[in-house]
């Protein structure tokens, strides 16, 4: 401005002009912390976005590892269901077992043994129906997870050590798992 005198016309433009440099840049600093501020918005809406992702991602992943567990604890209960019933029957086939070993001499006796053995050989075919198997047999290697050495023989050289001598009471195993262990007696 040189040092002329305005007239009061002429100095309310200036005025107004340099209060329109003042506004327009108080309103692009007022902008820029809005932009500031959306572009804020917008990365925490992301983040959050990939949290919630992750969150159901590890969700759905917790589902498929329950659901597999489910399934596996089903088949397990569906194969080992019959365990129980199992167990309770084997006194009573050790007892035919033990009636089955005495000599009958007279007819009345050996009809009794014959029934007593089918009744016997009938209870055998259900447990093996439902896969439940004898363990332990005279010759056998010893095999801790299925005999329990309850006596202990010396080995000699027609008898190798860590084989079973005589079995006592006969073990009974459903599918893979250990209902009942052998009571054996074993070389050493």
Do not use: C, W
Not at 15 to 20: G, K, L, P, R
Not at 29 to 36: G, L, Y
Not at 42 to 68: C, G, H, P, T
Not at 107 to 118: F, L, N, R, W
């Amino acid at each position: 401005m040189s040092e002329e005198k305005q007239t009061p016309e002429e100095e309310i433009e200036v005025v107004s002009e340099e209060a329109d440099v003042d506004t327009e840049a108080k309103s692009s600093e007022a902008e820029k912390p809005e932009q500031e501020t959306e572009a804020d918005q917008i990365s925490d809406l992301k983040d959050k976005v990939a949290e919630a992702e992750d969150k159901y991602l590890r969700a759905e992943a917790e589902m498929q590892n329950m659901q597999s567990r489910y399934a596996k604890e089903q088949v397990q209960a569906v194969k080992f269901a019959n365990q129980k019933l199992a167990a309770s029957i084997l006194p009573a086939v050790d007892n035919l077992e033990r009636a089955l070993q005495v000599d009958a001499e007279d007819g009345a006796a050996k009809q009794i043994k014959t029934g007593v053995e089918m009744v016997y050989k009938t209870l055998i075919s259900a447990l093996e129906e439902h896969d439940v198997k004898a363990v332990g047999e005279t010759g056998e290697t010893f095999d801790p997870n299925f005999h329990q050495a309850i006596q202990s023989v010396p080995a000699d050289d027609d008898h190798p050590a860590d084989t079973i001598a005589t079995v006592l009471q006969k073990g009974y195993v459903l599918a893979d798992r250990v209902i009942r262990p052998a009571m054996v007696a074993v070389y050493n």
